[in-house]
């Protein structure tokens, strides 16, 4: 039930993140504004929405996790409700930037990660499958909607108030129903023996995050991993998300076929990243991360010859082979983070995820700078096709924890008892 709850939470908080793709030819033919300018709001919400993730976990860890994530729900709903009123540039930093970004945050893998390793003895795995595919697929699957509503007398700005209302409605469903620990409701975590009492919340919530991070960044694995994750959402969030629309656009392709599209990505994403948490229960991760990420490079390096005016074969192929890898990442990743920095896998996935946001930010203002130079954005697809390839590396070089203990867990748990102990 909590695992159900969380899912209709992160894919509500998706819905606003759907929009920008969308959005883009409408806000230009309105404004004025150029695909860089549009570009840089997306990176300040990519940005901060990854930089939030760890304090968010900690926040969590503090305050409790019914609360940071209805007023998350509360921050989207509200930057994107006043997008209706914008009129210049800035506004749009604002608001699709800053309050969005924080609210994502606020509910982003990191979200995933506390409720996988709170509630889950077994079928960590696939549990945090189920949940990472609840945000991605929910940003993409809320595509179609968002574009077709911009065609709609009201616009884009009928697509951002249905969006707000969306999240808004989350929040009830939240305060309600969901619960802190197993333990509130007198049983184990799930494939669990005992029912081990949370320790009461204390300390700084910056403070957790802060000391989770020097603690985890002594370690070889957490910069391996934050690399790699960082070329994750570049390649991600960052590209596809964000320019794949305008990018097939540029070829003649419909907007709200190119969402559909998109959307396609989203469906498949599903049972890709379902699919990858089941196998990170049974296979190595550091094999199926290199695995998905060359597989991935692959398929963004042959993107730039599939845009046409119609949908065809081979771009049908691109859209399920991209979409079973498009966060198939975020399990056998949350599972490295498990192995090696243990009960503090939460906070410290937090600043992993931070990485891939700002890996995503930079992908979003540059692939736009290089669609405005050079008028087409292949070559940010044949960047991205390569950087795949290099991530693939970095995660063969994690070395595997020791099964009895793993050195670098303590070394979190004793700057963070309380964390190591909830």
Known sequence: MIAA??????????????????????????????????????????????????????????????????????????????????TSAWQLVLLWGVLVGLGA????????????????????????????????????????????????????????IVVSLVALSTVPLVLLFFREHPADLGIPPYGGDEIVPPAPATGSAARLAVDGLKAAAKTKPFWLLAVGFAICGATTNGLVATHFIPAAHDHGMPTVTAAGLLAMIGIFDLI????????????????????????????????????????????????????????ATVPPTVALCREHFGMSAGIVFGWVFACHQLGAAFAATAAGLTRDSFGDYAPAWYVAGVLSVGAALLSMRIKKAPVESTPEAPAVEERLPEEAHS
Do not use: C, H
């Open 272 to 327: 890709g990243t379902i699919l990858s948490g089941w196998l990170s229960d049974r296979v190595d991760s550091r094999i199926l991360l290199a695995v998905y990420y060359v597989l991935r490079g692959l398929s963004l390096l042959v993107l730039p010859s599939l845009f046409s005016e119609e949908i065809s074969g081979p771009m049908i192929i691109f859209v399920i082979f991209y979409g079973m890898d498009f966060i």
């Open 5 to 86: 709850i969380g899912f209709v939470a992160l894919v509500g908080a998706a819905g606003f993140r759907a929009t920008p793709g969308a959005l883009v030819e409408p806000l230009q033919q309105e404004f004025g504004w150029s695909s860089g300018t549009i570009g840089l709001a997306m990176s300040v919400n990519l940005a901060l929405y990854g930089v939030t993730a760890p304090f968010a976990a900690a926040l969590m860890e503090r305050f409790g996790v019914r609360k940071v994530t209805a007023g998350a729900m509360t921050l989207i709903a509200l930057g994107s409700g006043l997008t209706v009123f914008m």
């Open 105 to 160: 945050g606020s509910i982003s893998l990191g979200f995933v990660a506390t409720i996988g390793t709170r509630w889950f003895v077994k079928r960590q795995g696939l549990v945090t499958g189920i949940l990472s595919a609840g945000g991605a697929t929910g940003s993409l699957i809320f595509l179609p909607l968002v574009a077709s509503l911009t065609e709609t007398s009201g616009g884009w700005r009928t697509a951002a």
